[in-house]
């Protein structure tokens, strides 16, 4: 079994710098390991600029940014990373249990394990939302990574839950693709975006913005073919009697983060 200084799992920006940090400090064996097949995290699909002012001091794109924190472990031989890489476990004894294509199942151990996977989107499951199964429910990362980086659009006529950022910012790039954006819903009375996300992502294109609202079902068999909204109450309970209709082939979701810890209940 492989013995290393410092184990981090996690390939996006955060990962990467503690990788440094690590190195920088003196530890002579560090792995990072990162399920996707390229390091650089979410950021590599966020193809938008914002990114890097703190840090670098001056304005990037997520991909930009990315390849400076890349850039940062490279030729480095303390460094070794591990690309569509699964970790399974991780036990008390900080032992880390893998799979790959590559390696197969496999197992290291460190001396210090640092955990750096980040959060994960909320799914229609998680908010329960009322139909069937049909063809053309996303998240809007998902949505975002197959614009970006894969080449697909996910529809042509799209409805948004959720006005964050990520929601706001994906209005803005299905627009820019020629898609029709019928409405942004947001169950809050107000939008959770920053300003400039409202101005440039939905008042540019003329987007529609339904605060106080939320979609009570989702219509559709094969593919989704509308949704069915309403306005809350301020307990955020649909009001009987303001539903209504809206066509689209596409329900992009933007309805919060929950933290990738699963790992660390060992």
């Given at each position: 079994?492989e013995?290393?200084?410092?184990?981090i799992?996690?390939?996006g920006?955060?990962?990467?710098s503690?990788?440094y940090?690590?190195?920088?400090?003196?530890?002579?064996?560090?792995?990072?390991?990162?399920?996707?097949?390229?390091?650089?995290?979410?950021?590599?699909?966020?193809?938008?600029?914002?990114?890097?002012?703190?840090?670098?001091?001056?304005?990037l794109?997520?991909?930009?940014?990315?390849g400076?924190?890349?850039?940062?472990?490279?030729?480095?031989p303390e460094?070794?990373?591990?690309?569509?890489?699964?970790v399974?476990?991780?036990?008390?004894?900080?032992?880390?249990?893998a799979?790959?294509?590559?390696?197969?199942?496999?197992?290291?151990?460190?001396?210090?394990?640092?955990?750096?996977?980040?959060?994960?989107e909320?799914?229609?499951?998680a908010?329960?939302?009322?139909?069937?199964?049909?063809?053309?429910?996303?998240?809007?990362?998902?949505?975002?990574?197959?614009?970006?980086?894969e080449?697909?659009?996910?529809g042509?006529?799209i409805?948004i839950?959720?006005?964050?950022?990520?929601?706001?910012?994906?209005?803005?790039?299905?627009s820019?693709?020629?898609?029709?954006?019928?409405?942004?819903?947001?169950?809050?009375?107000y939008?959770n975006?920053?300003?400039?996300?409202?101005?440039?992502c939905?008042?540019?294109f003329?987007?529609p913005?339904?605060?106080?609202?939320?979609?009570?079902?989702?219509k559709?068999?094969?593919?989704v073919?509308?949704?069915?909204?309403?306005?809350?109450?301020?307990?955020?309970?649909?009001?009987?009697g303001t539903?209504?209709?809206?066509?689209?082939?596409?329900?992009l979701l933007?309805?919060?983060?929950?933290?990738?810890?699963e790992?660390s209940?060992?």
């Amino acid at each position: 079994m492989e013995l290393y200084d410092v184990i981090i799992i996690g390939g996006g920006p955060g990962g990467l710098s503690a990788a440094y940090s690590a190195y920088r400090n003196g530890a002579k064996n560090i792995l990072v390991m990162e399920r996707d097949r390229e390091l650089g995290g979410i950021l590599q699909q966020c193809i938008h600029n914002g990114f890097g002012l703190h840090h670098f001091k001056e304005e990037l794109t997520g991909p930009g940014y990315a390849g400076r924190c890349i850039a940062l472990i490279q030729d480095k031989p303390e460094i070794q990373t591990l690309t569509d890489t699964m970790v399974l476990s991780v036990s008390k004894e900080k032992k880390v249990t893998a799979v790959s294509p590559e390696k197969g199942l496999f197992t290291v151990q460190g001396k210090t394990v640092i955990l750096t996977m980040g959060c994960r989107e909320r799914t229609r499951g998680a908010i329960r939302t009322a139909g069937e199964r049909p063809a053309g429910v996303f998240t809007a990362g998902a949505a975002q990574r197959m614009v970006n980086m894969e080449g697909y659009l996910p529809g042509k006529k799209i409805v948004i839950l959720g006005s964050g950022d990520i929601g706001l910012i994906m209005a803005r790039r299905m627009s820019l693709e020629g898609c029709k954006v019928q409405a942004v819903c947001e169950i809050c009375p107000y939008s959770n975006g920053l300003t400039r996300n409202m101005v440039q992502c939905l008042y540019d294109f003329d987007i529609p913005l339904y605060l106080s609202h939320t979609i009570l079902k989702i219509k559709g068999r094969d593919r989704v073919e509308g949704v069915t909204v309403a306005k809350v109450d301020e307990k955020m309970r649909p009001i009987p009697g303001t539903e209504f209709d809206i066509e689209c082939d596409t329900l992009l979701l933007s309805v919060g983060l929950i933290p990738e810890n699963e790992l660390s209940m060992a």
